[in-house]
């Protein structure tokens, strides 16, 4: 899926975080079994959240909306069942469905607004060729099928059902970029696998082609425009095409494409999909046998076959969203054979790494399977849109190179950053520090940044240059120009929360809200660099220093990464041939400055040693006028290197730390808490916490100046919708704002907190 695509993750922080009771946190690393020797996969039942019943719901949007097929975690491919065309059906599944009109290679999860995708719809049939799919009710009309609801089955990568009409078994497995689909046939002269090249959920593909090119494979495509409904019912903008390159493990003894006649000036969108009109062209379509090659508006492939009882073939199929030559290349690289066990024992094998990233102990057999099913549904997306050659499409219709790193999608959405990013980097701290280090070359002149209001407003800390000696807070409006607020200031090993008449001096570790715009023309005023980097140079080739390299990349920043371990050298320039890769002891004070230590605009320091961190930046610091950040594992010693002027330090842990905690608070959403965003800042000495105004209180509808604020506590923002503002003293909290406060008193649970009693 092309990376401009902005789909929804479903909300899994009722599932997930409920169980930090019962269960307790043990690490965030690799291991392939719990301690009991059961494999984590074994935990997961996909289909809990699999249905769209609104009136289980008691909402017009359904229940959880996952499909339960086949997925590799953050694969680009998904085998699963569909079971319905049109209405609010984003998996293209539901559970109470009675009838399945064939397994999709692509599936969104968790979604509303209509979803997407559902394509390269295969089904295997015995009898009469059928154009039309059928409908739930009369799905005699169509190729579809009733299923013995009892044989379905669905684990971490696998999926299977017996199609009843066709007494046919159907098995599905999948890797990142492919899938493999396992059929086996009763005895029948009429056996057939169909493949609905038309197929979408919530519309139509309104352009496809299908090439025949031996008696055992096919290729071709399927274009995806908003004119075909889709994501949002085509409001949500959503433009891509599929390619496929499918392989029976048998010859087809007769192959051919159906063709329906859709007019020009037929308006193709989920409610026209759906209509009897739509379905009779669909009815009437023309076939055309053994042709080679067809391209049209609404097309269908079969291929026939003869079987004996129980009969297996098997079709496997590489997808692409970039180029026929590399679905071609996905297949090639990761189903070599039509070795269907050996493929679900690969996808186990990824599931189980990537569900080890958590480990637990404690808790009920049901209380794990909860645990491990919502983090198995974590761990669908964000999804690859890169082949395996490292190509993907842009936004811009164009397609670029990542390397050898992976380009991920479907990152925006419902509670994204309250639930799923926050996950992701708990078992992921080392993207987490990389993004951080990141934010911070972006902005050299900060040494702390965190955002708020959907990234809107930043909360920045940096060290007070001479510039500010004296000044009182109060005059900075007036005096600089600019429109920002001093929430927290360091002084002497202590924390103030300042009012307007707290004079600023030399020294400070000073921390102030704005906006991205306004932070930057204050620093602009007070002549701290603005400026991002243009050259980075790292020392320490791990994790860390391969996602910062990624992104600065990206960014078109040059990056020098030095490393001792001549292996990992050569890891780091297959993964990242624009990066300059020098196999050196970092330590080497001559080999540093020979490589331009003394004219880098950033110095990062990312070995696994702290001592060694420290003493490199602090040799950068003598020799350099560049950004420093030094990276820092334990956190018994933080206030004495406080005081070392390491530039911005990094604690991967205390991270991690920081995010449970966030995480956790975030459970007391439903005790009647309106936390949107909590961070500990300044040592875990403040709490800086976003609320969301739900309804009224105490807190509401009265001028700030009226308000008897707890002391030691700074309302320091209003969002109202697209207003920010820096509030004032005759200004109102009102139902539906987002506040931002600063205290530091811990624990606030409710804007209610902030007055006194």
């Not at 309104?206 to 290729?219: A, C």
């Not at 959405?413 to 993207?431: A, C, H, K, Y």
């Not at 930057?520 to 790292?538: E, K, M, S, T, Y």
Request: charged share 25%.
């Amino acid at each position: 899926m092309p990376p401009f695509l902005n789909l929804v993750i479903m909300n899994i922080r009722h599932s997930l975080l409920g169980l930090f009771l019962p269960l307790s946190l043990l690490s965030c690393h690799t291991v392939e079994k719990e301690a009991d020797g059961r494999p984590l996969s074994s935990y997961v039942n996909p289909f809990v959240g699999a249905s769209t019943n609104t009136e289980l719901a008691g909402a017009s949007h359904g229940l959880g909306k996952t499909f339960p097929g086949a997925t590799a975690p953050f694969g680009m491919v998904q085998v699963s069942p569909n079971t319905i065309t049109g209405g609010d059906n984003g998996p293209g599944y539901s559970y109470e469905h009675t009838t399945i009109e064939g397994f999709a290679f692509t599936q969104m999860s968790g979604i509303g607004w209509y979803g997407d995708l559902g394509n390269f719809l295969v089904m295997p049939t015995i009898g009469d060729l059928h154009t039309f799919a059928g409908t739930e009710d009369k799905p005699e009309e169509g190729y579809r099928s009733r299923y013995d609801k009892s044989t379905e089955k669905a684990s971490a990568g696998y999926y299977s059902v017996f199609l009843s009409d066709y007494k046919i078994q159907a098995e599905a497995t999948a890797l990142p970029h492919s899938g493999m689909l396992r059929f086996t046939f009763p005895e029948s002269k009429e056996a057939r696998i169909q493949v609905d090249l038309a197929r979408r959920v919530g519309g139509t593909s309104t352009l496809q082609s299908v090439e025949v090119v031996d008696d055992h494979t096919i290729k071709g495509w399927m274009q995806c425009t908003p004119d075909g409904g889709g994501w949002g019912n085509g409001d949500g903008k959503a433009d891509y095409t599929v390619y496929f390159y499918a392989q029976f493990s048998k010859p087809f003894s007769g192959h051919g494409v159906w063709s329906a006649d859709i007019p020009d000036d037929w308006r193709r969108k989920r409610e026209d999909v759906c209509s009897e009109r739509y379905r009779e062209a669909i009815r009437q379509a023309s076939i055309h046998p053994s042709v080679s090659a067809f391209e049209g508006k609404h097309l269908g492939f079969y291929a026939n076959f003869e079987t004996k009882p129980d009969e297996v073939i098997l079709l496997k199929s590489g997808i692409s969203y970039t180029s026929l030559k590399n679905a071609e290349e996905n297949l090639a690289a990761e189903m070599k054979d039509f070795d269907f066990d050996r493929t679900h024992a690969e996808c186990v094998r990824l599931w189980n790494d990537e569900l080890a990233k958590v480990s637990v102990e404690g808790g009920t057999d049901e209380e794990k399977r909860v645990f491990y099913t919502a983090l198995y549904h974590t761990l669908i997306d964000p999804r690859l849109c890169s082949d395996i050659n490292g190509e993907y499409t842009g936004a811009d219709k164009k397609i670029h190179q990542t390397g050898k790193f992976r380009k991920r999608t479907i990152f925006s959405g419902w509670d994204v950053f309250r639930s799923q990013m926050p996950l992701q980097t708990i078992i992921n701290p080392e993207m987490a520090a990389a993004r951080e280090i990141s934010h911070l070359l972006r902005f050299p002149g900060a040494s702390k940044i965190d955002t708020f209001a959907d990234g809107r407003v930043r909360l920045i800390k940096f060290a007070l240059p001479d510039a500010l000696d004296g000044v009182a807070i109060r005059e900075i409006p007036t005096r600089l120009k600019s429109d920002i607020l001093v929430c927290a200031v360091e002084r002497d090993g202590g924390v103030i929360i300042p009012n307007g008449n707290f004079v600023l001096q030399t020294g400070d570790q000073v921390t102030f809200l704005a906006t991205q715009e306004k932070a930057h023309a204050f620093f602009q005023r007070i002549h701290l660099a603005v400026r991002p980097v243009r050259n980075a140079l790292i020392v320490g080739g791990g994790a860390i220093a391969f996602y910062l390299s990624q992104e600065l990349l990206e960014n078109h920043v040059r990056v020098r990464i030095v490393e001792r371990d001549p292996a990992r050298c050569d890891v780091l320039a297959q993964a990242l041939p624009e990066a300059q890769i020098l196999c050196e002891d970092g330590s080497n004070r001559e080999f540093l400055l020979s490589e331009g230590l003394t004219s880098t605009e950033a110095f990062v320091a990312l070995t696994n040693i702290d001592e060694e961190n420290v003493l490199l930046t602090l040799f950068a610091k003598k020799h350099s006028n560049g950004k420093l950040v030094t990276k820092i594992n334990r956190l018994e010693f933080d206030d004495i290197l406080a005081g070392l002027d390491l530039g911005s330090i990094v604690y991967p842990k205390y991270m991690t730390c920081d995010y449970i905690v966030q995480y956790v608070r975030a459970l007391q959403n439903e005790a009647g808490s309106n936390i949107k965003t909590l961070y500990r800042i300044l040592d875990d000495r403040v709490e800086a916490l976003e609320f969301t105004v739900h309804e009224k209180s105490r807190a509401t509808g009265v001028p700030l100046s009226q308000l008897h604020l707890k002391k030691n506590l700074l309302l320091c923002c209003i969002t109202r919708g697209n207003e920010i503002k820096i509030p004032r003293g005759g200004d109102e909290i009102q139902v539906g704002d987002n506040v931002i406060v600063v205290t530091l008193e811990h624990g606030l649970h409710d804007l209610r907190d902030i007055v006194e009693d």
